[in-house]
Every structure is written in C-alpha cells, then in structure tokens.
C-alpha cells in the first residue's frame, strides 16, 4: 500500500509515528483517541490503521514480538488500555474485525447505527447465549466473568467466549474493568452505563458511513484502495458511500478508484 510521502507524514504525526509525540501515559492515550476516533489496541504496522501500540512505540514500523509478556512497549500498551478502560471516558470492546478498539464518545452514535444491534432484532440476531448474558446485565448492570457464568449457566469457556464477543460486536456489553488477583477476570457492564446519552441517540446510515469515513481520513490523510473497508470491516459499498459523501461535501478530493484524499492535505 503505497501512500504518497505528505500522507505518510501526516499519519507519523496524526497517528503519533513519531518518537517525540509517542503515547507513554493513560492521559495521552486518551488524547489520542480522541484526535483519531478509533484505534485498535494492539495491532501493528502490519495492519493499516491508528493503532494505541503503534502510538506507544512511536515509529512506523512497530511490529508486535512473538513474546509480548517481555516485551516492555506491549506491556505498556496493555496496562494503558486497563487504565482508560477503568476511567470509562473512551468506549472499549472488541469491534472492529474482533480486534479490540477504542472509540472516542462523539463516534458511538454512529459506530452504533453501523455495529449495533437495535433491541427489535436481538432475538433474531443474537444467539441464545448472548441473550441470556445481556439480559442478566440489563438487571444487574455489572458483574464478573466467573460471577456471570455462573448467572447464566454456561460453564463451558469457550462457548461463554464466543456469547461475549457477539454481544462486544454488537456494542451490547463492554469490560469495565480488569482484575488479576486472585485471578485474571473482567467486569462486565452494558454501555448505557457509562454513555446513556450517546447511545441513546440515533442517526441514518449514511451519516453514519459518512462520519466514519470523515474520522478515518482526517488521520490517515489519504487512504489506499479498499483501505476504509480493510481497517473496519465495513464493505466496500458501504464505504464508498461514506467517502463519496465526503468528496460532495468538498470535504476530500477522490484520485482514483477507492483512493480519496483529505482535501486540506493538498493545500
């Protein structure tokens, strides 16, 4: 993916590839997901996109080590992650493609027009299981993973798992905190929780596709064919519309098929 050296320079400061705007505490991680509006947590320089462990390492070609556990900048990028997921002023789950994500609060509207699911399709949508799990947070706004398996009576990790990350993607649950004494677990709660007002609110479609695509260039500069789709999961229609709205607006310049520009890149 060969971006042009002014849209590379762009992304090294927006998305903080540079070492003297590097992410080193919670506060600054903070500050970056809101210049953003949505990063993933722990992917690297292989996957495109603004990236909280990219930002922690500072340089273009961060690549995440075979064993993270000794790793100092993944550990970083870990322990900042529990600490903005604590302080709740960033929404956290796993969305994007399963990865997880941080997602600055002015974008849950539309993250949740495009991500979530309305509470008419749930019996249709979601499974059994991801079912019972909400409807015991509903009730109970906050419990932990051993505390709510044992509500729901799904014993087995694995299927539990798979019941939680259904409910992630469809912006449903969200860990609100972590604990690892005595053991690893995370507490769950339901957005509403902690961003009533944003996820109250709804939004067409199309704003939200457009809004998506304005949040995504704005850091990136200019995007490569396909890119919007890879980074989100989005399809390729879908984000051509979101980026067609942006060359309407004259808010970005189109070069080419499925490459657009930030229009203020070329002044």
Not at 226 to 235: Q, Y
Request: glycine fraction near 8%; include cysteine.
């Amino acid at each position: 993916m060969l971006l042009p050296d002014k849209a590379e320079a762009h992304r090294d400061y927006t998305w903080r590839r540079d070492p003297e705007r590097r992410v080193e505490d919670s506060y600054a991680a903070e500050r970056f997901v809101e210049e953003v509006g949505f990063c993933t947590v722990l992917t690297d320089s292989r996957r495109p996109g603004p990236s909280l462990y990219v930002a922690v390492c500072g340089r273009r070609d961060a690549h995440m080590p075979r064993n993270v556990q000794k790793d100092a900048e993944s550990s970083l990028t870990w322990s900042l992650k529990d600490e903005v997921m604590r302080r709740g002023r960033l929404f956290y789950g796993k969305i994007l493609r399963g990865h997880a994500t941080l997602i600055t609060p002015r974008l849950i509207p539309f993250f949740n027009a495009l991500w979530g699911v309305p509470h008419s399709m749930e019996r249709k949508i979601l499974s059994k299981d991801s079912q019972l799990i909400l409807g015991i947070l509903r009730n109970e706004w906050e419990m932990g993973t051993r505390d709510l398996r044992q509500a729901s009576g799904i014993s087995e990790r694995g299927r539990f798992n798979k019941a939680i990350d259904q409910l992630q993607r469809a912006l449903k649950v969200i860990p609100s905190d972590v604990l690892y004494e005595p053991s690893f677990t995370y507490v769950w709660s339901i957005p509403e929780a902690r961003f009533p007002e944003q996820m109250k609110l709804r939004v067409d479609r199309e704003v939200a596709l457009k809004e998506i695509a304005r949040a995504y260039l704005l850091g990136a500069g200019a995007t490569a064919r396909g890119e919007l789709a890879r980074v989100t999961g989005l399809s390729a229609p879908d984000a051509g519309v979101g980026n067609w709205a942006l060359v309407d607006e004259g808010f970005a310049e189109r070069l080419g098929p499925g490459i657009y520009r930030l229009r203020q890149l070329n002044s």
